[in-house]
């Protein structure tokens, strides 16, 4: 059973195109997130939501959006993709709440290549 | 804001011998979590292990193990016994009050057969 799952496992695609990545996760979590993980291994933050807050990392450029269809999905869309965006992009989802126990469970990763 | 600072971009063991990551990070909270995360080529992350800060008793999962200096906030993991299969990059997190994760730069483990 898969717990978070990303689509597709490759993306390759050219400069100034809009592209998605699809993620699910069926462990009934609250909170979804999505990383960038660079060239050099660095994993940084880019969007946390659940049902009531979206939070964004005020570095990601505006041409990134997540969006929500339903609790058990948040998608990455990317709007006229360049160079730098070139890198895995993890989806993580946790049970969210403060004061919750809580653990990330993340996907196997999106490997972006933009020509 | 906090941070997580892994001081070891590469660490190299040899296979049955004992490895210690070190992390450290930097927050004014009392209450969090800390994770250590590994990440093998085949890129997916799995925790290896988990500590609540409000816990004196260290966590322990089979062979890994941390020791968690919460003065020093200080947080690292001991592998005993390596095996080839635990060669990967091993992230340290952090998980604050406000459910905002933070990750280390990473080590990158060798084990040595």
């Known amino acids: ?56 990392n005020e570095t990601v450029p505006n041409r990134f959006s997540p969006k929500s269809p339903d609790k058990a999905h948040l ?25 919750v126990v809580d653990t990330q469970y993340f996907g196997p990763g999106t490997r972006l290549t933009v020509l | 804001a906090q941070t997580v600072t892994q001081s070891q971009p590469e660490m190299s063991v040899q296979e049955a011998e004992t490895v210690t990551l070190s992390c450290t990070y930097d927050t004014s909270e009392s209450d969090y979590y800390l994770f250590w995360y590994k990440q093998p080529p085949s890129r997916q992350m799995i925790l290896v292990i988990r500590q609540e800060a409000y816990k004196q008793q260290n966590a322990t999962e089979n062979r890994f193990s941390v020791n968690f200096q919460k003065a020093a906030k200080s947080f690292s993991l001991k592998i005993s016994d390596s095996q080839l299969g635990d060669a990967a990059m091993y992230f340290c997190a952090y998980r604050s009050t406000g459910n905002q994760f933070y990750f280390g730069t990473g080590t990158s483990l060798t084990v040595i057969p």
């Open chain 1, 75 to 99: 998608n990455l869309h990317i709007n006229s993709l360049e160079l730098g965006d070139s890198a895995v992009y993890f989806c993580a989802s946790s049970q969210g709440g403060a004061t």
């Open chain 1, 1 to 56: 059973d898969t717990a978070v799952s990303q689509t597709p496992k490759y993306l390759v695609t050219q400069m100034g195109n809009d592209k998605s990545i699809k993620c699910e996760q069926n462990l009934g979590h609250d909170t979804m997130y999505w990383y960038k993980q660079d060239s050099k291994k660095f994993l940084k933050i880019m969007f946390s939501y659940n049902n009531k807050e979206l939070i964004i």
